[in-house]
């Protein structure tokens, strides 16, 4: 038996680990927290000093159980869990669940996974930070506690199965209250002056007016005193400017960049970036600082002298803005500079690069740049023309990297000819063209980080469970419009005179913005009217603020929870009791057929349109909006056209065909079958031979294409793409098969090797009990019995899982009857 227990929270890191101590050393893993509160009650003495009630969960038993019994055999238990607030609380777990004697037990951290690192680490161990502990705890009750009292408002005064939390529902106001402002904004009109100038060289270049032209008559007007005008440069100024690196990542600046140039979303991040740290190849992912270690230093300055030469270096560190940084105490950068790239998967190493360029940049040398401004006279008029203009004299750190930007408007600025005051230039044409002002851009996932970091909300570790969360529950939706087409006019002075033509733009693309669910505007509108304090965006910075005080021992983790839940409670007691039902509700007019009231509201299955009310004696008639349409911004015009659905086309084949909006889109319904319009068409204009057409397709699409052991296979196109489909098992097409022209070999090596899957996938198949266990994602595992899925930990053995075992967890899992309670009915007296 090994002296020494290491434990960490994950397998690959206890596996990275393992490769850099002896065999006096086994590292394990808890696999994350083994200790929470529980799921079906509050877990919190909000009577009494806010004292948690931690429990080990089912499926961490028994990890706990083999932890035990390892650390009682090891001589030193070290507890190697991040450093970070998150870690601090899973090793106080450990050493609180575990009971680990004082004496033999050790805590180390560390921001990089390698030899020296972990070396260092046990040469210079510490005790548990307590205070960080408290801060954990403290974010972790109080969330606790705002989501379980504020979820059971929602479900009566909204809408049953919501739920609210204190990061999240301010999130997704942030992403209400910019999608209102899009709505309120009306665009506002002007003419925009450019032109292309050439030297006596025949070198053209691009030149605009400073000022714009409120009306299309100002601006031709100033088109045609250019007619016959003579163009020299008035002003010329050259200057040298220098522009500096940005400074190595944060979490919220890794994020921020990943989603501009890798275009990954901000979970999608955070997962590469914990592998790559597992893997020993980046510093620890969740940090707020910029600094970077001497021996970090030095590496980099060595690679840059290597990799470009002296002149390229520029040692420095950074300070970082971010208030209370609470994280490791060093920026994201690579373990050893001197790998440019790693042999991991495509998107890791993606990243990885990324990271490395972003490192190495900030060590490297200021660009070196000569700014040119020329200012161009005509000789009919006092107005001017202006151009811009660089030179890069030294790339300096350009040579590795730029930052990007979240500002669709940015034009860069491009190098200019050879030029010298009072140059006589020719004009190669003068437009003026229409432009409009923008609407707020909506937040994309980058852009939503940058601004919760800005205003204090949250902290690094927030951000990607918080995006998901607000997804996940229906609040907020990545945009699908890709924008409408918008007419605009374009002036040009040419041959002596003006001419005038029409142009089109595309407008309104909302395609991966983060846009607002029609329940996201009223679980918002309703917890700002009744909870303005928790959804204050200030109150949120100054909670974060606490946390952090708390985990410098400034401030009493239980006198917070005290002050903050005095108000709370009484508040949540008085809206439960008191608030009116939120649905929305837009009252839009008046059915000129019936003189009753037309209005839209959420529904049971969604956002619904109503003529009529449930106090009239005639039952209210009801229609489905459909996806594209919205509570806030559907007209009185589009909700009539929905009462005139379904619409009967008539008979084919002897089954009835109709038009009609669900809650996935317009379809037509032929008998039992479901065909969705293609996307764009409005089902009102939908005719039978429309309607004849699209079923004739689908019949196409469904019919067989081949046979495999006398059944049929058949081809469609799903949510996750290509299928083919046979013996009821769908089966994906990838790449690298030609959808269109599958051979009859392709469709049988698609049928075979999804047989084989399955047949791999398989542990167990106890066909008496109709019982089976199967591999599932992520290394874990399912019990599955008819239409019960009981997914297993990655913790749990399931090779040597018997079938009664397998019953037990079933039966444990299963779904509990519902017991109706007898109503109590008053005796007369």
């Given amino acids: 038996m090994a002296k020494n227990l290491v434990i960490v929270e994950s397998p690959a890191k206890a596996k990275t680990i393992e490769k850099f101590l002896g065999k006096d050393f086994k590292v394990e893993s808890s696999f994350g927290h083994i200790a929470d509160l529980p799921s079906k009650e509050l877990g919190v003495d909000v009577e009494g000093d806010f004292k948690p009630k931690y429990e080990v969960s089912k499926d961490k038993k028994s990890v706990v159980k083999k932890l035990k019994d390892l650390s009682k055999s090891a001589e030193t238990v070290w507890l190697a869990s991040d450093e970070d607030r998150e870690g601090e609380a899973i090793a106080w777990h450990l050493a609180e669940t575990l009971k680990l004697d004082k004496a033999k037990t050790k805590r180390i ?19 548990i930070d307590y205070h960080l502990v408290d801060a954990q705890q403290a974010r972790r009750v109080l969330d606790r506690i705002v989501g379980y009292e504020l979820s059971p408002v929602l479900w009566r005064k909204v809408k049953g199965g919501l739920s609210a939390g204190r990061v999240q529902s301010v999130s997704v106001r942030l992403i209400v209250e910019r999608e209102r402002e899009i709505q309120a904004f009306t665009p506002e009109a002007s003419f925009r002056i450019d032109a292309v100038f050439s030297t006596e060289e025949g070198r053209s270049f691009k030149a605009k007016l400073s000022k714009s032209f409120a009306t299309k008559e100002e601006a031709y007007k100033f088109l045609e005193s250019n007619i016959a005008a003579e163009f020299k440069v008035v002003n010329l100024e ?57 021996e970090a230093r030095q590496g980099a300055q060595q690679e840059i002298v290597n990799a ?45 690069e990324l990271i490395w360029k972003r490192a190495i940049a900030s060590q490297m040398s200021e660009a070196q740049l000569e700014r040119t401004n020329v200012k161009i006279g005509a000789s009919t008029h006092s107005e001017q023309f202006t151009a811009n203009g660089e030179i890069i004299k030294f790339d300096g750190f350009l040579k590795v990297y730029l930052e990007g930007t979240d ?48 205003l204090g909300i949250g902290r690094p570790s927030t951000y990607a469970p918080t995006i998901s969360t607000i997804q996940n529950r229906g609040y907020v939706e990545k945009g699908t419009i890709e924008g409408v087409e918008r007419e605009y006019t374009q002036l040009t002075l040419a041959d002596n005179g003006v001419k005038e033509k029409m142009l089109t733009e595309k407008v309104g693309s909302d395609k991966g ?71 929305g509700e837009r009252i839009l007019g008046t059915d000129p057929k019936t003189g009753r009231q037309v209005s839209v509201r959420l529904g049971r299955f969604g956002p ?79 005719e039978m031979d429309d309607a004849i057409l699209l079923i004739k397709e689908k019949q196409k699409a469904d019919a067989p294409i081949y046979t495999y052991n006398d059944l ?118």
């Fill in 407 to 454: 500002d669709e408007d940015t034009e860069q600025e491009g190098m200019l000819p050879a030029l010298a005051l009072n140059d006589i230039l020719e004009n190669n044409g003068i437009t003026a063209t229409e432009r409009f002002t923008r609407a707020p851009y909506r937040y994309t996932e980058a852009s939503l980080v940058k601004q919760l970091e800005e």
């Fill in 238 to 294: 050259k200057k040298p400017v220098k522009k500096s690196p940005a400074p190595p990542f944060t979490t919220s600046t890794l994020q921020q960049e990943a989603s501009r140039k890798l275009y990954f979303s901000v979970s999608k991040t955070m997962t590469m970036a914990q592998r790559l740290y597992e893997a020993g190849l980046i510093t620890y992912m969740r940090t707020d600082s910029v600094n970077l270690s001497d």
């Fill in 109 to 127: 951290v560390f921001h990089e996974i390698t030899k020296t690192a972990i070396k260092k680490a046990i040469e210079n161990p510490r005790g």
């Fill in 608 to 686: 619904m349109a109503q003529i009529g009310t449930v106090e009239e004696d005639e039952k209210p008639q009801f229609a489905s909006l459909s996806p594209e349409q919205h509570l806030d911004t559907i007209t009185f015009e589009e909700v009539m056209d929905l009462f005139k659905l379904p619409k009967s086309l008539g008979e084919y084949e002897g089954e009835t065909v109709e038009v009609n909006n669900g809650r996935f889109g317009p379809y037509v319904k032929f008998g039992k079958q479901y065909i969705s319009l293609p996307k764009g068409v409005d089902p009102l204009d939908v």
């Fill in 308 to 352: 470009y030469g002296d002149n390229y270096s520029n040692p420095r560190n950074y300070k970082g803005k971010a208030k209370g940084a609470q994280e490791a105490h060093e920026a994201i950068r690579p373990t050893d500079f001197s790998r440019h790239s790693v042999n991991v998967d495509r998107d890791q190493a993606r990243l990885y």
């Fill in 513 to 583: 913005k983060l846009v607002p669910t029609d329940i996201g505007m009223i679980v918002t509108d309703f917890l700002v009217n009744h909870f303005e304090t928790i959804l204050d965006y200030n109150f949120t910075a100054k909670v974060e603020e606490s946390f952090d005080d708390i985990a410098e021992g400034k401030e009493d983790w239980t006198k917070m929870m005290k002050t903050f839940y005095k108000d709370f409670h009484p508040n949540v007691e008085d809206v439960q009791e008191n608030a009116e039902r939120e649905s």
């Fill in 712 to 829: 049929p296979v058949t081809k469609g196109k799903g949510r996750f793409g290509p299928f083919i489909k046979w013996n009821n098992m769908f089966i994906n097409v990838n790449k690298k098969y030609d959808w269109d022209n599958l051979s009859d070999n392709d469709i049988v090596e698609l049928i075979e090797d999804k047989i084989q899957k399955e047949k791999d996938k398989l542990i167990h198949n106890w066909e008496e009990e109709g019982i089976r266990v199967e591999k599932a994602r992520w290394g874990r595992h399912n019990i599955i019995k008819g239409k019960q899925k009981v997914e297993l930990a990655k913790t749990v053995n399931v090779v040597d899982m018997t079938v009664e075992q397998a019953k037990a967890i079933l039966e444990e899992q299963a779904p509990k009857k519902k017991t109706t309670a007898k109503r109590k009915t008053a005796k007369k007296k």
